[in-house]
T-cell receptor
């Protein structure tokens, strides 16, 4: 099925550990996004990419890094996990800036940092 | 930055109408969206409205936009238990690279 696939779906990390979340889309979309969702705070943009090889900071980028080496993949890295990074992470994509009909979202990754 | 506000919770009885409200601060918002998030799932686009429109109807869904008050609402007629979910409004402007989301409203439908 076409769409946005996130792996893993669940993960528990210890403080200080590192990990990478993978987002893959098969719709040939140019734009990709990483959001975090926290109770009562909605979705906040971490980083985004407007094309292969590009990345840009969003609203809450600190503690995260991203890479877009291939058009279909957008990786989110946590170098040294902190309890404040416990959240649900969503990846999204859209075809381009002219695409006015919203984003396609993945099903999320629930990350707990203990 | 943009500020998009929603009430956190709404409870309605099955068969009643639900009205979910959203206010935004950016007067240059040109595209506004409603997303639905079911438990354990990602967000799905429900409907959208452009700033040159006042109302949009799509089956049980009615979107109203008051540009003067920067107020957006989503009315769900004949609310069903399957409508229980979190509803997010989101907005963007022409030429912008991303959407700004509201805090989400958790709709609970009581049988």
């Amino acid at each position: 099925n076409a769409g946005v696939t996130q792996t893993p779906k669940f993960r528990v990390l210890k403080t200080g550990q590192s990990m990478t979340l993978l987002c893959a889309q098969d719709m040939n979309h140019e734009y990709m996004y990483w959001y975090r969702q926290d109770p009562g705070m909605g979705l906040r943009l971490i980083h985004y990419s407007v094309g292969e090889g590009t990345t840009a900071k969003g609203e809450v980028p600190d503690g995260y890094n991203v890479s877009r080496l291939k058009k279909q993949n957008f990786l989110l890295g946590l170098e040294s996990a902190a309890p404040s990074q416990t959240s649900v992470y969503f990846c999204a994509s859209r075809s381009g800036q002219a695409d006015l009909y919203g984003y396609t979202f993945g099903s999320g990754t629930r990350l707990t940092v203990v | 930055g943009e500020d998009v506000e929603q009430s956190l919770f709404l409870s309605v009885r099955e068969g009643d109408s639900s009205v979910i409200n959203c206010t935004y601060t950016d007067s240059s918002s040109t595209y506004l969206y409603w997303y639905k998030q079911e438990p354990g799932a990602g967000l799905q686009l429900l409907t959208y409205i452009f700033s040159n429109m006042d109302m949009k109807q799509d089956q049980r869904l009615t979107v109203l936009l008051n540009k003067k008050d920067k107020h957006l609402s989503l009315r769900i007629a004949d609310t069903q238990t399957g409508d229980s979910a979190i509803y997010f409004c989101a907005e963007t402007q022409t030429g912008a690279n991303n959407l700004f989301f509201g805090t989400g409203t958790r709709l609970t439908v009581i049988p």
